[in-house]
């Protein structure tokens, strides 16, 4: 009993000293296994929205809807500290800001999504931006009358970059949700766009959410999604018919919904951003600067890394 009452001890003092690398029961795991994840808060905020990951040379980059410009996330401890990796020169693009809501790669250059334009931006390690499609024309009509784009401020969300392909993937938000296929030559001049309305979805949704759809990467042959207001990461397959559906599911709903996590405003989910490796989920959260439920002066984002291995 000595014993047991010092191992109780101690394995209380660990976990308090530690905090943020937890495991849980997974209610919603397909696997039934166990789900280890971290989180980390996002500094410095400065109005910091966080609504796009991507990961480039084993580093993670984001980009704002609030800032015109891409950021490295650099990991310490239980903080993820905010650096400027590039400031885009909206001058150059010849607008007053982006909103920009997504973020991409290939080998050389960052690929953004503009919900304010309805375009992508090309960013080339010289700092060098453009358009596309350059000739000053956007995804928005095409969207709008395959049923996409109904909505104001539920447009462009995500992006990823299908390199065997040959193209683009988009998320378009909510209300309703899809995804748009944009096909370039190899210059990245825009050669086509493919609408898909998908709007159902197989998934549960607490009461007075829709579907959306607000993050999008490409890894090992498969397209992965965040469905934030199921609180869940996805697959996107095609059918035989040419058809998006969904396909496994991975729940991260037990993470957002701790006391410690959990913001204020629950309404609507909060994930914006997705990134996948070999052994992580990466995902950010923006709380569109809301408090937590516990703490009403800390309204930091946050940056969750999620263990694949046991899922």
């Given at each position: 009993?000595?014993?047991?009452l010092k191992?109780?001890?101690?394995?209380?003092?660990?976990f308090?000293?530690?905090?943020?690398?937890?495991?849980v029961?997974?209610?919603d795991?397909?696997?039934?296994?166990?789900?280890?994840?971290?989180?980390?808060?996002i500094?410095?905020?400065n109005?910091?929205?966080p609504?796009g990951?991507?990961?480039?040379n084993?580093r993670?980059?984001t980009v704002?809807?609030?800032h015109d410009?891409i950021?490295?996330?650099?990991?310490?401890?239980?903080?993820?500290?905010?650096k400027?990796h590039h400031?885009?020169?909206?001058?150059?693009?010849?607008?007053?800001s982006?909103?920009?809501e997504?973020?991409?790669?290939?080998?050389?250059?960052f690929?953004?999504v503009s919900e304010?334009?309805?375009?992508?931006?090309?960013?080339?390690?010289?700092?060098?931006?453009?358009?596309i499609p350059?000739d000053?024309?956007?995804?928005?009509?095409s969207?709008n009358?395959?049923?996409?784009f109904?909505?104001f401020n539920?447009?462009?969300?995500?992006?990823?970059?299908?390199?065997?392909e040959?193209?683009?993937?988009?998320a378009?938000?909510?209300?309703?949700?899809?995804l748009?296929?944009?096909?370039?030559?190899?210059?990245f001049?825009?050669?086509?766009?493919?609408n898909?309305?998908?709007?159902?979805?197989?998934?549960?949704l607490?009461?007075?959410?829709?579907?959306?759809l607000?993050?999008?990467?490409?890894y090992q042959?498969?397209?992965?999604?965040?469905?934030?207001?199921?609180?869940?990461?996805?697959?996107?397959?095609?059918?035989?018919s040419?058809?998006y559906?969904?396909?496994?599911?991975?729940?991260f709903?037990?993470?957002?919904?701790q006391?410690?996590?959990?913001?204020?405003?629950?309404?609507?989910?909060?994930?914006?951003?997705?990134?996948?490796?070999?052994?992580?989920?990466?995902?950010?959260?923006?709380?569109?600067?809301?408090a937590?439920?516990?703490?009403?002066?800390?309204n930091?984002?946050?940056?969750?890394?999620?263990?694949?291995?046991n899922?």
């Amino acid at each position: 009993m000595v014993f047991f009452l010092k191992s109780v001890l101690i394995y209380s003092i660990i976990f308090v000293l530690s905090t943020f690398f937890i495991s849980v029961s997974d209610a919603d795991d397909h696997t039934g296994g166990r789900l280890n994840y971290r989180v980390y808060f996002i500094e410095p905020t400065n109005n910091f929205q966080p609504s796009g990951l991507t990961i480039k040379n084993n580093r993670l980059f984001t980009v704002s809807d609030k800032h015109d410009a891409i950021y490295e996330l650099l990991i310490d401890e239980q903080v993820a500290y905010m650096k400027l990796h590039h400031k885009i020169d909206v001058q150059q693009l010849g607008v007053m800001s982006l909103d920009l809501e997504g973020i991409t790669h290939n080998a050389r250059d960052f690929f953004l999504v503009s919900e304010a334009h309805h375009r992508m931006i090309r960013v080339e390690p010289s700092g060098n931006s453009y358009w596309i499609p350059s000739d000053g024309k956007s995804f928005y009509r095409s969207a709008n009358q395959a049923g996409l784009f109904q909505v104001f401020n539920a447009a462009l969300e995500g992006i990823t970059w299908l390199e065997i392909e040959g193209q683009f993937l988009l998320a378009a938000e909510r209300q309703p949700r899809g995804l748009i296929e944009i096909a370039v030559d190899e210059q990245f001049r825009m050669i086509s766009q493919t609408n898909h309305v998908l709007n159902q979805t197989i998934y549960d949704l607490p009461k007075n959410r829709q579907p959306d759809l607000t993050g999008l990467f490409y890894y090992q042959g498969s397209i992965f999604a965040l469905h934030r207001n199921a609180e869940l990461i996805h697959r996107w397959v095609k059918d035989d018919s040419g058809r998006y559906q969904e396909q496994d599911s991975w729940s991260f709903t037990d993470i957002v919904n701790q006391p410690d996590f959990r913001y204020q405003d629950k309404r609507y989910g909060h994930a914006e951003g997705l990134a996948v490796d070999e052994d992580h989920f990466y995902l950010v959260i923006d709380n569109n600067g809301i408090a937590k439920e516990q703490q009403d002066n800390d309204n930091r984002p946050m940056l969750i890394i999620i263990d694949r291995k046991n899922l």
